[in-house]
């Protein structure tokens, strides 16, 4: 297999920027890869005889051929080939292989450098084949610059629909198409107008905030949307905010909210960790309506949700990455606590937590039977009187070990 790639950064530009240790490179190599587009741009520049690798999807294929190659192959890439590129991929595929890189500037930065914008507080978001988590947790977050990439169907005015769906009204689109290219164009919309409008296929999105979020810790349960008739249905602010502390949210990658009815610990837990992967569970139909409703009352996208008996789900396909899970709040249990919590663990990851909200003494009574002497060290339980309410009883558990 080949055991050398050189990455070279290229714009839209037809007449390349490059240095002259890439263009020695170009002169010393005889087998090429990249995408169509990039092959129209640097075909005068390669040498006679040379053979070209298209990158497209699938990538196995292409990865295969790579690998098959004796020779070392120079690999052009739009941009930074280490910004969201195709750098991370050769790294990740041939980790022994040597690599060089000669970048060029990625399209954030050529559509920063356009508009004359200090960029070194830019956050970013790449939703190129990819779902809007990254753009999600920086609305809520509230950064104030925040650059995007985009594909085919995540475009600007899907974004800007976004942004209008979930009342991020304050940030100012800017749209760079075909940045260094002959068909060139740079436009400021408000959300509204660029939801409806169409764009080059090529482009890329800096969202700017014309004013700072209001930021607030903790929500009034009055606030939310509640179940008709049914005020009392939602856990209230002391007890849901002393809740959230015993889950060690900080250092958590994924949070289950069991029985969210109107999902206001749902809603805050994403509020305060936005990097949370936050899945709400809920056998009510009623309360999906109310819950979505909600998430757009606090600005609060991307919780999952999944209706239906939690017992009845496939649990895996809504845990992490490793098949595991780090925080669980046990708001509805309907009965079956035990079997509850024979799901949750079997997949709690070391060091992860599970509460509960216990009203009844039967509820806590069984929540300590489980985690005593079973794997679990028991955090000290918190009783809560919050208004003229019922107390309640805050009870924690951490799953021995040591988090991975």
């Known amino acids: 297999m080949s055991e050398q790639f050189t990455l070279i950064g290229i ?7 490059l240095s002259r240790e890439a263009r020695e490179v170009l ?4 087998v090429f890869a990249g995408g169509v587009r990039h092959r129209a741009i640097v075909a005068s520049l390669l040498p006679s005889g040379y053979r070209w690798i298209t990158i497209s999807p699938p990538l196995d294929g292409v990865l295969a051929s790579l690998g098959a190659e004796s020779e070392p192959v120079a690999v052009f890439t739009s941009g930074d080939p280490f910004f969201y590129g195709f750098g991370a991929t050769l790294q990740r595929v041939f980790p022994h292989a040597a690599l060089r890189c000669f970048p060029f500037f990625h399209s954030l930065q050529l559509l920063a450098h356009r508009m004359l914008l200090p960029y070194q507080q830019m956050r970013h978001a790449s939703l190129t084949g990819r779902g809007w988590q ?10 104030p610059l925040i650059g995007v990439l985009t594909d085919s169907r995540k475009t600007p005015a899907a974004i800007a629909s976004r942004l209008l769906d979930f009342g991020f009204t304050e940030y100012v689109m800017v749209v760079g198409e075909a940045l260094g290219g002959p068909e060139e164009r740079v436009r400021t919309f408000r959300p509204e107008d660029a939801a409806d409008e169409d764009f080059h296929s090529l482009n890329c999105v800096l969202l700017m905030a014309e004013e700072p979020p209001w930021r607030s810790f903790g929500i009034g349960e009055a606030e939310f949307e509640g179940l008709p008739g049914r005020p009392d249905m939602i856990t209230k602010m002391p007890v849901r905010m002393a809740t959230l502390s015993r889950l060690n949210l900080a250092n958590a990658g994924t949070f289950w909210d069991i029985g969210f009815c109107t999902g206001s610990v749902s809603i805050e837990a994403k509020r305060l960790t936005p990097d949370l992967e936050v899945t709400a569970f809920e056998r009510r139909p009623e309360c999906e309506a109310i819950f979505r409703s909600n998430c757009r009352r606090f600005r609060v996208p991307g919780i999952r949700t999944v209706m239906g008996d939690f017992l009845d789900q496939r649990h895996e396909i809504y845990a992490g990455g490793d098949g595991t899970l780090d925080a669980v709040f046990i708001g509805g249990h309907g009965g079956r606590l035990r079997e509850v919590f024979a799901v949750l663990d079997r997949m709690l990851s070391p060091g992860g937590r599970v509460a509960v909200n216990a009203v009844q003494q039967s509820t806590l009574d069984g929540f300590r039977s489980l985690t005593a002497g079973s794997g679990y060290r028991q955090l000290e339980e918190l009783r809560i009187v919050s208004g003229s309410h019922h107390p309640i009883t805050i009870a924690a558990a951490e799953k021995n070990g040591t988090p991975s």
């Open 11 to 17: 714009g839209d530009s037809r007449s390349p920027e």
């Open 27 to 30: 002169l010393s190599h005889r």
């Open 134 to 143: 990254e753009l999600d947790r920086l609305l809520i977050a509230g950064s």
